[in-house]
C-alpha cells in the first residue's frame, strides 16, 4: 500500500526565496513519483515525476524536485520564488507499474511580494 | 491535443437531488478516473476504470454514487440522493494504461464544483 505525507498545509515566502515543499512517503514497492500543481478553479497539471532514471528530476517552471530513498522523501524545491507559482501543490505515489495514485493533502504556497 | 472536458463546471443543487457528471478523456487513454476533492483536502480516488471495466471503486460510496464507462470512452458520475457533504469538486483524469510501462501520469479536467444546499 501506499501513502503521502505532505508537511505543512501551508507556506509562505517572499518573492526571490528559496521554495522548499516537503513529501514524504511510504510504498511497499518501488514508487513513482509526482507534483502536481493546481491553481484556483482549475484541475491539476504535472510539474514534474520520478520514475526510477535520475534522483533529481527537473520540472516546468523551475521546479525539481529530489528522491531520496533513504529518507523516502521526495521535497520539491525552486531557487526563487515567483509571484506566479502562488497555488497549490499536491505530492502523489503510484505503485510502479501498478494503477492507484494516492494524493497528499496539499500545501498551499503564499509568495509575498 | 484536446483535454479532458467535463461537464458541467459548477452545480448547485438541495440535498436529495440528483447530479450527474460527464467526463471525456485524452483520446487514446485507456484509464479514467474520478476524484473526490473536498476544500482543503488533496484529490480522493472515487473510481478507476481499465477501458470500460471498474479496476477500483473501493471508495466509492456505492448506496448513492454510480459511475459508467459504457464503451471504453467517455463516463459518467452520478450521485443520488445528494447529501450535504457531497458538496466537492469532482476531477475526471486519464492515463496511458500504466502496465504499459508508461508512468501512470495523470491528465486532469477542470473539474465540475458541486454545492449542495
Known amino acids: 500500500a501506499q501513502s503521502v505525507t505532505q508537511l505543512g498545509s501551508h507556506v509562505s515566502v517572499s518573492e526571490g526565496a528559496l521554495v522548499l515543499l516537503r513529501c514524504n512517503y511510504s510504498?511497499?514497492?518501488?514508487?513513482?513519483l509526482f507534483w502536481y500543481v493546481q491553481y484556483p478553479n482549475q484541475g491539476l497539471q504535472l510539474l514534474l515525476k520520478?520514475?526510477?532514471?535520475?534522483?533529481l528530476v527537473k520540472g516546468i517552471n523551475g521546479f525539481e524536485a529530489e528522491f531520496k530513498k533513504s529518507e523516502t522523501s521526495f521535497h520539491l524545491t525552486k531557487p526563487s520564488a515567483h509571484m506566479s507559482d502562488a497555488a497549490e501543490y499536491f505530492c502523489?505515489?503510484?505503485?510502479?507499474?501498478?494503477?492507484?495514485?494516492?494524493f497528499g493533502a496539499g500545501t498551499r504556497l503564499f509568495v509575498k511580494a | 491535443e484536446a483535454g479532458v472536458a467535463q461537464s458541467p463546471r459548477y452545480k448547485i443543487i438541495e440535498k436529495r437531488q440528483s447530479v450527474a457528471f460527464w467526463c471525456n478523456p485524452i483520446?487514446?487513454?485507456?484509464?479514467l478516473y474520478w476524484y473526490q476533492q473536498i476544500l482543503g483536502q488533496g484529490p480522493k480516488l472515487l473510481i478507476q476504470?481499465?477501458?470500460?471495466?471498474?479496476?477500483?471503486d473501493s471508495q466509492l460510496p456505492k448506496d448513492r454514487f454510480s459511475a459508467e464507462r459504457l464503451k471504453g470512452v467517455d463516463s459518467t458520475l452520478k450521485i443520488q440522493p445528494a447529501k450535504l457533504e457531497d458538496s466537492a469538486v469532482y476531477l475526471c483524469?486519464?492515463?496511458?494504461?500504466?502496465?504499459?510501462?508508461?508512468?501512470?501520469?495523470?491528465?486532469f479536467g477542470e473539474g465540475s464544483r458541486l454545492t449542495v444546499l
Open positions: 510504498s511497499s514497492v518501488p514508487p513513482y
Open positions: 476504470f481499465q477501458n470500460n471495466g471498474v479496476v477500483d
Open positions: 502523489a505515489v503510484t505503485a510502479a507499474g501498478g494503477f492507484k495514485t494516492i
Open positions: 483520446s487514446g487513454h485507456a484509464t
Open positions: 520520478y520514475t526510477s532514471a535520475a534522483t
Open positions: 483524469a486519464s492515463s496511458l494504461d500504466p502496465t504499459g510501462g508508461n508512468t501512470g501520469e495523470l491528465f
